[in-house]
């Protein structure tokens, strides 16, 4: 197996570099192959901009137009045509970032809005009364697997069902519907630490078993069981959930998942 950890947090020596280096050991002994990008390590420009697209970027900028010309024509910058390889290269990817203000840290959004460009994450496939371009399920980076590693700084009870935060999985739907599945990349359930602020020395040992458990059974872990787009489920090209679809009593981002 090919792993691509996608690694986001400012400090080497905090719970998430431990993981991320933890998860780097523990697949390079079982056999796999790893490769990380360490954006704050990177200096990882956050921010989109007509730099990324060479001379021949609009004025006024339209980044989807820009990002796709640059894609098709080889000139997007250096960094971010490594990413994309990057991508393609591997068969997994592990991201492993902290939950800050309910989403991922500014500097890794800024990774996909750079690296997710027209052409190569959106915007391929057929678009017609039948089809509405390849993505949900199909797409550029279709047969690849994804797992969200994420540490939370509250308690689980504060992100359950009834929590105040809300449930994780709904917090977590726009990475794993809208950035992974989107494109093609299955997403698999996430791993999640909780009370990451007030975490032990014993506590990381626990924690530190079920992520080499959970690493170590990537491969055969089955994937969140979103609806494909082009498959039936949606009519075209309302992309409306048809009726009856729809499990007894579910709502919101749940019907988006198959019983």
Known sequence: MKTLIVYAHPEPKSLNGSLKDLAVSTLETAGHEVRVSDLYAMRWKAVVDATDYGPEASSPLKVARD??????????????????????????????????????????????????????????????????????GEGTLAGRRALLSVTVGGPESHYAARGINGPIEDL????????????????????????????????YADAAKAWQQRLLTLESTEPIPFRRQNFGDYEIPSLQLKEGLEPAGRTGFGLHVRS
Do not use: C, N
């Open 67 to 136: 990002s796709g010309r640059a894609f098709d024509a080889g000139t997007l910058t250096p960094d971010v045509r490594a990413e994309q390889e990057k991508l393609l290269w591997a068969d997994t990817i592990i991201f492993q970032f902290p939950l800050w203000w309910y989403t991922m840290p500014a500097i890794l959004k800024g990774w996909v809005d750079r690296v997710f460009t027209y052409h190569f994450a959106y915007g391929v496939g057929e678009h017609s009364d039948t089809r509405y371009g390849e993505r949900f």
């Open 172 to 203: 977590l739907f726009p990475i794993h519907h809208g950035i992974l599945f989107y494109p093609g990349i299955e997403a698999l359930p996430p791993f999640v630490l909780y009370g990451a602020d007030r975490m032990t020395g014993e506590d």
